[in-house]
């Protein structure tokens, strides 16, 4: 695979006219904006995030800057993502679309970094269908609609790459780009900490592979990265100094743990992280087949050095980001994503190349149009489906239902977070797994939402509310004693649960 030209002067004929930007920008809203809220938010990411979110915004009972997830301290993640989604609730209200504001944004940013770091690289029409590339590709569009740290990070990291990579000696105020660059990335890491590294490691190692020194002089990495470390850190430093358990536990369970295997799962077998970059960053990806075809016979017969220095930069930096994650332990879908823009870049300039004419009626258009139909479709089906997608399903219906019944408190035989979103404070979840990671914090309270099973049965007998029990199907197919006993003493012992979708519900007060 060859280099695309790289010069700004080379793509300059035929570009977008002022029309065509316009349209890109309202199709890009558009198709982000559509389906945001219709559907309820998923477990247990987007529910623990909206949690602690609007945990944050209870300024009277807990610290800003400790992050409380129902009622108890959770340090898994820094607190910008907490912050940012609180503020959001404050300013529009407490929805499933004000969740997902801040992801939509992160997308917003990440589209405006790869719009001017492949405008700066290879012209206008590069810039405009790198753009279209990364707003129609999967799993984009499908981290603007989730709300995690994923999305905002990816947009802080890509654009503080674009802007830092302007810093060319020479250039005009090229402290003031490359300063602007590493403040974003230090955002970054206020989003998702190390992760934020990773895509900076993987853009580091990229340059040096293919002798790309020019870039490399601009994005100074090193004191890119002694930077975002000393803006980063306070929060950690200041966090661990007021809870000492802490220490162990940023650098044993977080760091230590995402390399040798996390606790919570998240396995994945070593080539996990290829195949979902196959998978979810269709449709744009084999459009460098073609050229790689074209220039295989060529490339394999340089030297090993010649080899690297012909390969695209880009595509060396997507494969380093899911090389990197590839090696971690800790697994999901979602830690890829900060390679697609690169490759939204590589792909953006190929189309630029061949077409010297910007058009909208050829065939990557034509791709685009598709994929955009496949995620609208994905947004309209989504809602169908929300409560049958087994662990991940959104407990929104579940809990209306429940409200329909006039039920007072809620009890679940699991950890669902999106519950206290939906219900508010009047939820109980028992016999899971002791959530405590500092012993004092201002405004815990383990008691307020988490029972052990010897300890529900008798507040349940004495209640005079109207309480009610949502059961997950697995449990509801091999019910605990405690859930036998008090479903045995219901007032209408006769009657089935109601189901909605992969939960069961009873009245059982």
Excluded at 13 to 36: N, Q, R, Y
Excluded at 177 to 194: D, M, N, S
Aim: aromatic share 14%; hydrophobic share 50%; charged share 15%.
């Amino acid at each position: 695979m060859n280099r695309p030209p790289d010069s700004p002067a080379s793509s300059s004929s035929g570009s977008p006219s002022p029309t065509a930007w316009a349209g890109l920008a309202i199709f890009v809203l558009c198709l982000h904006l559509f389906g945001l809220g219709n559907h309820g938010l998923l477990e247990p990411d987007e529910g623990r995030y909206a949690n602690m979110a609007s945990e944050w915004t209870e300024f009277g009972e807990h610290n800003w800057a400790e992050p409380v997830l129902s009622d108890v301290g959770h340090f898994d993640k820094p607190p910008l993502i907490y912050w940012v989604t609180g503020t959001s609730f404050l300013a529009f209200d407490r929805s499933e679309f004000t969740a997902r504001l801040p992801s939509f944004l992160g997308g917003m940013l990440a589209l405006a970094g790869i719009g001017l770091l492949a405008w700066r690289l290879y012209g206008s029409r590069a810039a405009w269908w790198s753009i279209l590339v990364a707003a129609t590709s999967f799993q984009f569009w499908a981290l603007t609609h989730l709300l995690s740290p994923d999305m905002l990070m990816c947009g802080f990291a890509t654009l503080g790459a674009a802007l830092a990579l302007r810093a060319e000696k020479g250039r005009p105020r090229a402290w003031a780009w490359w300063l602007a660059g590493a403040l974003c990335w230090t955002l970054a890491w206020w989003t998702k900490a190390t992760a934020a590294l990773v895509p900076l490691g993987a853009l580091t190692l990229a340059l040096l592979l293919t002798g790309r020194r020019d870039l490399l002089a601009s994005l100074r990495p090193v004191r890119l990265l002694l930077f975002v470390l000393l803006l980063g850190s306070p929060w950690y430093i200041a966090m661990m100094m007021k809870h000492r358990e802490l220490f162990d536990f940023f650098f044993h369970r977080e760091l230590a743990g995402r390399l040798t295997g996390h606790e919570d799962g998240r396995h994945g077998f070593p080539g996990y992280h290829l195949v979902v970059a196959l998978a979810f960053w269709l449709p744009w990806w084999p459009v460098l087949l073609l050229p790689a075809r074209d220039h295989w016979q060529r490339w394999r017969r340089l030297s090993w050095s010649e080899k690297c220095r012909a390969l695209p930069w880009e595509f060396v930096a997507a494969l380093g980001v899911i090389a990197i994650f590839s090696f971690v332990s800790s697994k999901l879908v979602t830690y890829i994503l900060p390679g697609l823009p690169y490759l939204a870049v590589l792909v953006g300039a190929e189309i630029a190349r061949r077409q010297p004419v910007f058009s909208l009626q050829r065939w990557p258009a034509k791709v685009a149009a598709t994929g955009a139909a496949l995620l609208v479709a994905t947004a309209l089906v989504v809602p169908i489906i929300e409560t049958s997608l087994g662990r991940n399903s959104s407990v929104r219906h579940a809990v209306r239902k429940a409200q329909e019944g006039g039920a007072t408190r809620i009890i679940f035989d699991e950890f669902w977070p999106g519950a206290e979103f939906y219900f508010g404070e009047f939820v109980w979840f028992v016999d899971v797994k002791n959530p405590l990671q500092v012993d004092k914090l201002s405004g815990q309270a383990l008691a307020k939402h988490f029972l052990s099973k010897t300890e529900i049965v008798p507040l349940v007998e004495s209640s005079r509310e109207s309480v009610w029990l949502v059961q997950y199907e697995g449990h509801y197919r091999n019910p605990q004693k405690w859930t036998r006993h008090l479903l045995g003493a219901r007032p209408d012992p006769e009657n089935d649960p109601i189901r909605v979708g992969d939960f069961y519900l009873w009245r059982i007060r």
